[in-house]
């Protein structure tokens, strides 16, 4: 089986948002960065080369695939910031109130600047996704 490219890695998170070229996606980042840590309680990891994770959870699919990732997390790519967080049942009526996005009806929300969207919504995703990974998955702060 091939190596799994996203697990955790040692560049620390800071370096990593120092050095995105966009200042509003750097910007951007910094600010998702305090807003997870706040939601979580649990210090950032990088997660292979691109994704800014929180907390780690084991899993196995039937196929017998299995590995580890982040609970939720957040990558500042080129042409989005693309949050990482578990859809919960009230996801779909917090996205209506969000903002300026795309995608969301999965895993995966693609944001093209904090200023789009509402801040405290974007927050109780980040939370609900949370409790909803929380009640699927042992979960640790590691």
């Known amino acids: 089986m091939a190596e799994l490219k996203t697990k955790p890695t ?5 370096d990593f948002i120092a050095a995105v070229e966009n200042e509003t996606r750097r910007q951007d ?9 706040k939601v979580t309680g649990w210090k950032a990891k990088m997660w292979g080369p691109t994704i800014v994770g929180f907390g780690a959870y084991q899993y196995t699919y039937d196929s017998g695939h299995s590995g580890s990732m982040c609970v939720v997390g957040f990558s500042p790519r080129h ?9 919960a049942a009230d996801t779909p009526a917090l996205l209506k109130k969000l903002g300026k996005h795309k995608g969301g009806d ?3 929300l693609y944001i093209n600047k904090l200023a789009d ?4 919504v974007l927050e109780k995703i980040i939370r ?8 699927h998955w042992p979960v640790s702060a590691s």
């Open 10 to 14: 040692t560049v620390k998170p800071k």
């Open 29 to 37: 980042a910094q600010t998702l960065l305090k807003l997870f840590e």
């Open 79 to 87: 042409a989005n910031l693309v949050i990482y967080a578990a859809n």
């Open 106 to 108: 999965k895993q995966c």
């Open 117 to 120: 969207v509402d801040l405290a």
């Open 128 to 135: 609900s996704g949370l409790a909803e990974m929380k009640k």
